[in-house]
């Protein structure tokens, strides 16, 4: 009898403990769930982005009474500090078309035709897409924004064009998830417009964002004259020449006593808006080139000042045929002599803008068969 007991409290022992470890793994799951994280991934002009739920924010905008829920999500892309924001003013839509943003370049609006009461709270209603890097900020203009919801989180996927001041066009495809997308919750009289329709001037982007005195550049904005001496342009604080005019864009000539700084537009009597940075820079410089011979294929070290860490900025040539640029730093770069190339006078271009060369030095390059 007593060996019975025995077996029967070692196995009412096993079995308790078989339990307790099943309530413990279970308590476990409740205390420290999984939780999915927020992703973004894709590319913009070129670039790849691959965004993790730290540097992405999100808001959800509700209102009692209101079925239109509104999403705001925003991405840093990169150290930089640039950033792809995506707004989307009802997510039960699956499929939105992009066209121009009111009160930005590509479709200003008539700030004439505005009529708001006063104390009236205005939200935009508009879906956007907006990409800011340097200073700049570029609007989707067209293309296509994907959204699936359900309970735990909101999946975006999108295809869109952007454009800048210049005409010229850069895309972006990816996709988004936004788990607990309703953790910051906001009344919808909390949605800003960032492009609302005013009758002062805007800057969308300038194109370039850096060179040097006597360089044209493009402002994209809005609400401009079309007649040159309304538009007031500064560089830091010091005047520009407007050389043409349309209501959203202006071309301008980098003053020759400016600084670095930001450039500011005003039309006429209005306030004066401010835009971004633009960055003087000295003119390149060559002062030693090296081999000044040889054949096509030799790598050749031109030595200076004031050249492009960016290779795409750096246009060599050899009696007019371009050669590759292998390196680049501001002091010196490396290109491999083309083939097909003739004897000739090496030419050196940064950002478009030709280098002068160091009295007493010699770019001749002679080709040898």
Avoid: H
Wanted: proline fraction near 5%; hydrophobic fraction near 35%; charged fraction near 10%.
């Amino acid at each position: 009898m007593t060996s019975l007991n025995s077996k029967t409290v070692k196995v009412f022992g096993l079995l308790l403990l078989f339990v307790t470890a099943i309530s413990s793994c279970k308590n476990s799951d409740v205390i420290n769930p999984v939780t999915p994280a927020s992703t973004l991934t894709g590319t913009i002009d070129g670039k790849a982005l691959n965004i993790d739920q730290a540097a992405i924010s999100s808001t959800f905008f509700s209102t009692a009474g209101d079925n239109a829920n509104a999403l705001q999500t925003t991405a840093i892309t990169d150290g930089s500090a640039s950033s792809l924001t995506f707004y989307i003013p009802d997510i039960s839509i699956a499929d939105n078309t992009i066209t121009p943003k009111l009160g930005t370049s590509s479709n200003p609006g008539n700030p004439n035709l505005k009529v708001e009461a006063t104390g009236a709270t205005t939200t935009t209603t508009q879906i956007y897409v907006s990409y800011k890097t340097g200073g700049n900020t570029y609007y989707a203009i067209s293309g296509t924004v994907t959204v699936t919801t359900d309970n735990t989180k909101v999946t975006v996927k999108w295809n869109l064009t952007f454009t800048d001041g210049t005409g010229r066009t850069f895309t972006s495809t990816g996709s988004y998830i936004i788990y607990n997308y309703k953790a910051v919750t906001k009344p919808k009289t909390e949605i800003t417009d960032p492009t609302p329709v005013a009758a002062r001037p805007t800057i969308d982007n300038i194109t370039s964002t850096s060179g040097a005195a006597g360089d044209s550049v493009i402002i994209a904005g809005t609400n401009f004259s079309t007649t040159l001496a309304d538009n007031v342009v500064k560089f830091n604080g010091v005047s520009a020449v407007v050389k043409s005019a349309t209501a959203t864009k202006l071309v301008v000539t980098v003053p020759s006593t400016g600084t670095t700084g930001a450039v500011s537009v005003k039309v006429k009597n209005s306030e004066t808006t401010t835009g971004p940075i633009f960055t003087y820079v000295s003119p390149p410089v060559i002062s030693g080139v090296t081999p000044l011979s040889g054949k096509a294929g030799v790598v050749m070290t031109i030595i200076g000042s004031n050249f492009s860490t960016v290779l795409t900025d750096d246009v060599v040539t050899i009696n007019g045929t371009t050669a590759t640029v292998l390196t680049s730093s501001v002091d010196r770069m490396t290109v491999t002599v083309p083939q097909g190339v003739t004897t000739g006078q090496v030419v050196v271009k940064v950002r478009g803008k030709a280098a002068t060369v160091t009295p007493g030095i010699i770019t001749l390059f002679t080709v040898i068969l």
